[in-house]
């Protein structure tokens, strides 16, 4: 069946880094465009990063442009978020989207805490 896992969230002090990575599974992950969204307790999801998949091309949101890196691994089906210098403001639970045409799958979150 269809699966996206994430992993690699966790507490962190501000300043710090994580690499958060999605596994795909059940589906031709090459085919889809993927991308990261984060959703902060009483706010609603918002869209951080996403390689699309006409051109390949990357899209970053303001706020984590110049700190925040999107790569995928067509071999190994995998999606990956480095984060580097976070703040506070990036504590929220992070989701992997994986879409082509009608086809649009979710992971089930993992949780990043930015705290001193």
């Known amino acids: 069946q269809v699966q996206l896992v994430e992993s690699g969230g966790g507490l962190v002090q501000p300043g710090g880094s994580l690499r958060l990575s999605c596994a795909a599974s059940?589906?031709?992950?090459?085919?889809?465009?993927v991308g990261w969204f984060r959703q902060a307790p009483g706010k609603q999801r918002e869209g951080i990063s996403c390689i699309r998949r006409s051109d390949g091309s990357i899209y970053y949101e303001d706020s984590v442009k110049g700190r925040f890196t999107i790569s995928r691994d067509n071999a190994r089906n995998t999606v990956y978020l480095q984060m580097n210098n976070l703040k506070s403001e990036d504590t929220a639970v992070y989701y992997c989207?994986?879409?082509?045409?009608?086809?649009?799958?979710w992971g089930q979150g993992t949780q990043v805490t930015v705290s001193s």
């Open positions: 989207n994986a879409v082509f045409l009608e086809r649009d799958y």
């Open positions: 059940g589906f031709t992950f090459a085919y889809y465009a």
